[in-house]
C-alpha cells in the first residue's frame, strides 16, 4: 500500500496538471478526499471538536434512523390491522357468498319442483279433456249410429206396411183403432 505522503505528489508531477479532471484510482482519491475534509473541518469548526461534530452527526443519524423504524412499525402495525379488517370482511363476504349459493339452490329446487308439479296438472288435465273429447265423440258417433239404424228401421217398416196393407186391410186397422180410443174414453168417463 502507498504512503500516505505519496498522495500529497504536487500538482505539477501529474500529466494533468493545472486542469480540472476526475481521478478514478481510488487508493489515491480517498486519502486526499479525507484531508480536504478534515481541512474544511478545522477551517469551519475552529474550536469545535472534530469528534463532538462526528457524534452529533452520528447522533442525527442515528435519531432519523430510529424515526425512520418508528414510522416503519406504525406503518406495519396499521398495515396489520387494516389486512385483519379485510380478511375480517372477506370472510363475511365468503359466508354471506354461501348463503347466497345456498339460498339460489333452494330456490332453484323449489322453482323446478313447482315447475315440475304445475307440468304434472296440465298433462293431468290435458289427459281429462283428451279422454272427455273421447267419450263425448263416441256417444256423438254412438247417437248418429242409433238415429241412423232407426231411420233405416223406420224405412224398412214403412216399406214393410205399405208392400203388406192393402187399402182394405189399412181401413180396418184405422176402425180397429177408432174403436179402442173410444172405448177407452168411455172407461175414464
Known amino acids: 500500500m502507498k504512503n500516505v505522503t505519496d498522495s500529497f505528489v504536487p500538482l505539477g508531477h501529474w500529466p494533468s496538471a493545472g486542469s480540472f479532471g476526475l481521478n478514478t484510482d481510488i487508493l489515491a482519491t480517498n486519502p486526499i478526499n479525507l484531508s480536504v475534509v478534515l481541512g474544511v473541518l478545522i477551517f469551519f469548526g475552529k474550536g469545535v471538536c472534530a469528534s463532538c461534530l462526528l457524534s452529533d452527526l452520528l447522533d442525527n443519524r442515528k435519531q432519523r434512523i430510529l424515526n425512520t423504524i418508528q414510522n416503519s412499525e406504525e406503518l406495519r402495525g396499521g398495515a396489520i390491522k387494516q389486512l385483519k379488517k379485510a380478511r375480517a370482511r372477506l370472510r363475511k363476504v365468503e359466508i354471506e357468498a354461501d348463503q347466497f349459493r345456498v339460498n339460489g339452490y333452494s330456490e332453484i329446487e323449489r ?53 203388406c196393407l192393402s187399402n182394405e186391410l189399412h181401413l180396418r186397422t184405422i176402425n180397429v183403432n177408432i174403436g179402442m180410443f173410444g172405448a177407452m174414453k168411455e172407461i175414464t168417463d
Open 111 to 163: 322453482e323446478k319442483f313447482t315447475l315440475i308439479n304445475s307440468t304434472y296438472k296440465i298433462l293431468e288435465q290435458l289427459e281429462n279433456y283428451k279422454n272427455e273429447t273421447i267419450h263425448f265423440e263416441q256417444q256423438r258417433a254412438i247417437n248418429q249410429v242409433r238415429q241412423q239404424v232407426f231411420q233405416q228401421a223406420l224405412k224398412g217398416a214403412i216399406g214393410t206396411l205399405n208392400s
